[in-house]
């Protein structure tokens, strides 16, 4: 229910990345798949200076429905992911707790099926993303991509 294409919106996050990052950050584009197995295959399409990178990663379906775990191959830290809320047609929004041998951080995620959501969805991923402990300077709506934007090099 999940699969195809979505946009991320917002971000929210305590870990260090995000901190050093999040003045570059900017829309991407996600796609889900099924596996035969039920496991979801998430290719995410991210802006990186003037082109696209793309990341592959393979969610693995645990006992819990809407919950998957992730291991990264290139940090080596333990992704615990939720589906906290969708109605699979506009939004989906996503929590993951991510523990690695420094410490643990938490990252909530809002998925929009188009580059737009109401402002009540919006406001919702904040709610949410402040119950789960972040603050303001850690919540972003991620500015739209795809644009030249004026005067940028």
Same mark, same amino acid.
């Given at each position: ?10 971000? #929210? ?9 999040? =003045? ?6 996600? $796609?889900?798949? #099924?596996? #035969? %197995?039920?496991?979801?295959?998430? +290719? @995410? +399409?991210? *802006? ?14 645990? %006992?819990?429905?809407? /919950?998957? @775990?992730?291991?990264? *191959?290139?940090?080596?830290?333990? =992704? %615990? ?7 699979? $047609? &506009?939004? #989906? ?7 690695? @041998? +420094? ?8 998925? @929009? /099926?188009?580059?737009?959501?109401? *402002? &009540? /969805?919006?406001? /919702?991923? +904040? ?10 300077? &850690?919540?972003?709506?991620? *500015?739209?991509?795809? &644009? ?6």
């Amino acid at each position: 229910q999940l699969t195809g294409r979505w946009y991320s919106i917002g971000l #929210a996050s305590n870990s260090n990345w995000f901190k050093e990052k999040k =003045h570059l950050m900017k829309m991407c584009t996600t $796609d889900i798949s #099924a596996t #035969a %197995d039920g496991n979801l295959e998430v +290719t @995410s +399409t991210y *802006p990186k200076g003037d082109r696209c990178e793309k990341r592959n990663s393979l969610y693995t379906k645990t %006992d819990q429905p809407g /919950r998957f @775990s992730y291991t990264s *191959p290139r940090w080596g830290s333990n =992704h %615990d992911i939720r589906v906290v809320e969708t109605n699979y $047609d &506009e939004y #989906a929004m996503v929590a993951t707790q991510i523990s690695k @041998s +420094t410490g643990s951080s938490t990252m909530v995620l809002l998925y @929009s /099926r188009t580059k737009e959501l109401s *402002p &009540e /969805r919006l406001e /919702r991923f +904040t709610q949410f993303s402040r119950q789960q402990g972040l603050t303001e300077e &850690e919540i972003l709506i991620l *500015p739209q991509t795809g &644009e030249k934007l004026e005067g940028t090099r």
